[in-house]
């Protein structure tokens, strides 16, 4: 049995004339909120010509045509965006946002921009008529909340204003908010926040973030829209093949797909995110540590100049004060709690009862900054989720700065600091992880609240437009000090001004020239491989992630997924060769970037270079080792030439 309505039902919000409308589209041509905001972009509003900024940068929040079945992982909600960071389209993923989205609808579309901080709130009284009302909020007061509500900062006080003002909503339907923090007025790398609510309260530990590239930013800056608040009493499943509401019938039908119950293949399939007994842990925090090893990036990634016997010190430290805290706080514990949907992999690995502990923003705000205890880390990782800023760029933000003060580029207070860094390797300790973490709650709370005009730079422009423009403003220390602000940051390269960090993860593919990155569409395993099956590789790896996100499913899930999904989408939604479209909407995303100006280009900056170089000697690769060697610059400008070419050749085929 198919779908009972064969459609991608969107509601489209015109923030600036306060009205909507709701349209339609085929599932056999609009499969998923990638799909859409790909098709918007590229042909309804053409923001390829347009800043960011621009009122016209739809930005599309979408569930996948799964959401109301009983598959687990397939509440996801998607965000497909113009990235102020890149300036070209990106997708970012928020987990279990779209549980509570209990309207007649798969995704919403916001254009417009409202001149007074909005709030947007959407409902449906399970008649199938969503309706969308409009509040306005003086920035004063928006600042304020941000600043104090209650004891709490940020996107958690601004939620828990929200509580308080429409409590009779969040009372009478299941109901989330989608929420933006300072980070989004003060920097373009701004969060979309979603926090899950139980009986109106705050569920700390299980929120979660579609944070990267800036989608917060265009919500607030585009947009106007500070909160878009949502629930109803629709039921979805209605919607849905019978097959795939009821867990006995999965359980059927996953034994006949891949010869064991449904319930079963997740679990397996998923074993690093729910408890892995080889390493005695569980989530990505937990798994990614012993894995990674002296490959973790660490120290802004000056690690990739040490020896691996000074790595190996500094992971024991990792180990020592990060992991076995992390392992007696959450895994002994069992504090495991899920997004805000059923799923029996409850990667949310909480600590204290309310530390979220992720691998990515923990090392990111961790290690990466000098920081290598798990408590002094907490404090700089909650500010960055109360104030809505990716916890990942911001590790690169705080880490440019912190090299560029250590090593003389910068004065301590000229970016409002009491004192210098610790980023010596062989001083590396709880105490200066304390003094380090001092620092960067400071430099976090100038950043959200853009109270430095150093780190406005940065925060406005990001790490690599923003150091070039230091080396211009700091000429007369560039020499005496031997090194350029723009010779150490790390990123992805796009266009003349666009960039986005890496993952952290030592690997070529998350700088590679590929249309979509600072996410996994790519290979980010530790390998060094000729450029042409590198590129092949990422490709593949793109497309399936691409068809698991479009799906609105959860990337932790892939293991089942990959191998499903296409079967479930053409026998049950009609959709013919799923694979084959996600390979012909990575093409469109390809067409959209070069319009914008925003493809791939050539690395400009010497680490990400020696980032290249360090890697094919750590992962075995002895001839491009010895072409790094020979002419690092030349090395790099064939490997990334003879990537890109293999990736064109691949997308016109």
Known sequence: MQRSKNTYRVIFIDATKRTYWIEEFPISEITGPIDLGVKLHLERYESWRKPAYHPDNALIIGAGVFAGTKLYGSHRFIAVFKSPMTNGLHAAAMGGAAYQFNVNADAIVLVGKSSKPLIVK?????????????????????????????????????????????????????????????????????????????????????EDFAARAGGGSVLLKAHGVVAVIYGGLYDRSKDQPADLTDITALNKLYTELMGKPYTQVVIEAGVKYRYDPKVKSGGTFGGNYPHLGVTTPMLHWNMIYYSKDVRQKLHELIMKYMWEPFNKETIETKSWKTCGEPCPLVCKKVRKSRYKSDYEPYNGLGPFIGIFDVHEIEKVVELADAYGIDAIELGYIIGLVFEAVYRGLLKPEEVGLLGKPELDPGKASPETSAWNAKLAVELVEKLAFGLNPV?????????????????????????????????????????????????????????????????????????????????AKSLERAVYELLVENAGYCRFHRGWAEKTLPILLEKYYGVKEPLKKARETYKQVAKYQKLAGSQPQPWDSKRIIEFMAKAAEEYGNTKWAELFKKDMYSAAEEWWSRFYRKVEELLAQ
Not at 143 to 152: M, N
């Open 122 to 206: 959407i409902f449906d009284n399970g008649d199938g008529k969503p309706v969308v009302e409009f509040y306005e909020l003086e920035l004063d007061k928006l600042l304020s909340i941000w600043r104090d509500y209650k004891g709490l900062k940020g996107v958690y006080a601004l939620q828990e204003y929200l509580t308080d003002t429409f409590r009779d909503f969040y009372e009478k339907y299941p109901s989330r908010s989608i929420l933006v923090g300072p980070g989004s007025l003060y920097t373009n790398t701004g969060a979309l926040a979603s926090l899950t609510l139980i009986k109106g309260k705050i569920d700390y530990g299980s």
């Open 455 to 535: 780190l406005r730079i940065i925060g406005e422009r990001g790490v690599r437009d923003g150091a070039k423009i230091l080396d211009l403003l700091y000429a007369d220390r560039l020499a005496s000090v031997g090194i350029k602000f723009s010779d150490l940051p790390v990123y992805a390269v796009f266009g003349e001004k666009g960039h986005i960090s890496p993952n952290y993860y030592w690997t070529p593919g998350l700088v590679a020239p590929l249309y979509v990155l600072g996410k996994y569409w790519t290979v980010y395993t530790g390998v060094f491989m000729e450029p042409e099956e590198f590129a």
